[in-house]
T-cell receptor
Framework: GQNIDQPTEMTATEGAIVQINCTYQ??????LFWYQQHAGEAPTFLSY????GLEEKGRFSSFLSRSKGYSYLLLKELQMKDSASYLC???????????FGAGTRLFVKA | DTGVSQNPRHKITKRGQNVTFRCDPI?????LYWYRQTLGQGPEFLTY????????KSRLLSDRFSAERPKGSFSTLEIQRTEQGDSAMYLC???????????FGSGTRLTVV
């Protein structure tokens, strides 16, 4: 089976940098996704990592270590609009679906 | 293309009633998924279609739930004899493939009273 762990909540200050961690246990590996979900809205795709290392996309970067079963999402120059839940997700290697973690609620304060 | 469209946005129903939701995916995507999400949790997989074929169903999906995707276009999710525990956001998503990100619709929020 597969299991995904991420912190429930985090708080950070506007303009700062925050790192949201995700650990996963899978029987195989076929990449890792990060999604952003604002309250009351649907998740939106942020990133997909399949190789080890850091991938940067504007203010957001995502890191993957396959040997450690670990990923993080790095948000720089935080803005109030970044307050949202961030979902870590992995494709199910035994099927067709993607399995989501419970998400990390990020609160950005002034 | 306007993305993934779901309707209705909200549905309030009495326990025991049947409800049906509709999803119109992005036309170029042959993969369509239904998920359910409750407060404070991530989306939970319900079922998957590739074109018109339903290839995977969650074991959590009781026989009260049925989904269709006629002609590989739009999809419907029906819940029969609704229970209070069915109250959730029902999300539809489509994609090019498993290693591509999902595009989600805005969801249908179901409240069973």
């Amino acid at each position: 089976g597969q299991n995904i762990d991420q912190p429930t909540e985090m708080t950070a200050t506007e303009g700062a940098i925050v790192q949201i961690n995700c650990t996963y246990q899978t029987s195989g590996f076929n990449g890792l996704f990060w999604y952003q979900q604002h309250a009351g809205e649907a998740p939106t795709f942020l990133s997909y990592n399949v190789l080890d290392g850091l991938e940067e996309k504007g203010r957001f970067s995502s890191f993957l270590s396959r040997s450690k079963g670990y990923s993080y999402l790095l948000l720089k120059e935080l803005q109030m609009k970044d307050s949202a839940s961030y979902l870590c997700a992995v494709p199910d290697t035994g099927g067709f679906k993607t399995i989501f973690g419970a998400g990390t609620r990020l609160f950005v304060k002034a | 293309d306007t993305g993934v469209s779901q309707n209705p946005r909200h549905k309030i129903t009495k326990r025991g009633q049947n409800v049906t939701f509709r999803c119109d995916p992005i036309s170029e995507h042959n993969r369509l998924y239904w998920y359910r999400q409750t407060l404070g949790q991530g989306p939970e997989f319900l079922t998957y279609f590739q074109n018109e074929a339903q290839l995977e169903k969650s074991r959590l999906l009781s026989d009260r739930f049925s989904a269709e995707r006629p002609k590989g276009s739009f999809s419907t999710l029906e819940i029969q004899r609704t229970e209070q525990g069915d109250s959730a956001m029902y999300l539809c998503a489509s994609s090019f493939g498993q290693n591509y990100g999902y595009t989600f619709g805005s969801g249908t929020r179901l409240t069973v009273v």
